[in-house]
């Protein structure tokens, strides 16, 4: 890698997009958010009705992928941009996150994508989130952290962001989804969600924003 990198893993709803957005900025460093790009990959397929099927036109689109993210001082929100259009509202919609869950498991994918992720690590540095950023990604990071939380907490949080967008929900539905998906990012075949092993644990269900970026902030300072 050219360029230092904290990576930033963990399930759904533990605040890995926050964290590493304010972390991010404190230290004037890039920005990746692996989950977005999975789920802007989702939408290219289905805007070019692309059958999950067909592995190599799968591997021709996550070759090319024109993703780009833009983070705002002013706004606890990044930009998230696809072949130069903002698509950051439909991105996180709970239908883009169950269908980039699904083809994010296809092995092809993530083998095409995983270059696409390592172009990021630029200078000064690079903070990435995802779920395998710290085990398969970026091995060698000099800073690993692994987030994690309790499925109701997560659930709620998940609930109150839907709403803060506009979206609607139901907490009991939103759960179901949460722990389905936990189970199939943990069983995968490629990549499972687990911590990487040099990583520092947090668990965030009690902890407020401050207290988990004071924690990440520390690991990189030390």
Not at 105 to 121: C, E, H, N, P, T
Not at 131 to 142: K, S
């Amino acid at each position: 890698m050219s360029a230092p990198v904290l990576t930033i893993d963990g399930p759904s709803g533990v605040g890995k997009g926050t964290v590493a957005r304010v972390i991010a900025q404190q230290q004037g460093w890039h920005l990746l958010d692996s989950g977005a790009i999975y789920r802007a990959f989702a939408l290219a397929v289905d805007a070019r009705n692309i059958d999950v099927a067909d592995e190599k036109a799968l591997e021709e689109i996550a070759k090319n992928l024109d993703l780009a993210f833009k983070t705002h001082q002013d706004s606890e929100l990044v930009s998230v941009y696809l072949d130069g259009k903002d698509v950051s509202s439909v991105l996180r919609t709970e239908q883009t996150g169950e269908m980039a869950s699904r083809i994010a498991s296809i092995g092809v994918v993530r083998s095409a994508l995983l270059k696409r992720q390592q172009d990021f690590a630029v200078a000064p540095g690079l903070v990435a989130d995802g779920r395998d950023m710290g085990t398969v990604v970026f091995q060698e990071a000099a800073f690993k952290v692994y987030l994690t939380a309790s499925s109701a907490a997560r659930s709620n949080r998940r609930l109150k962001q839907l709403q803060v967008q506009g979206h609607k929900g139901i907490m009991s539905q939103i759960l179901a989804e949460v722990e389905a998906r936990d189970a199939r990012d943990s069983s995968r075949k490629h990549s499972p969600l687990k911590p990487a092993k040099d990583a520092l644990i947090i668990d965030t269900t009690e902890l407020s924003l401050d207290e988990v970026v004071a924690q990440v902030s520390a690991l990189v300072k030390a």
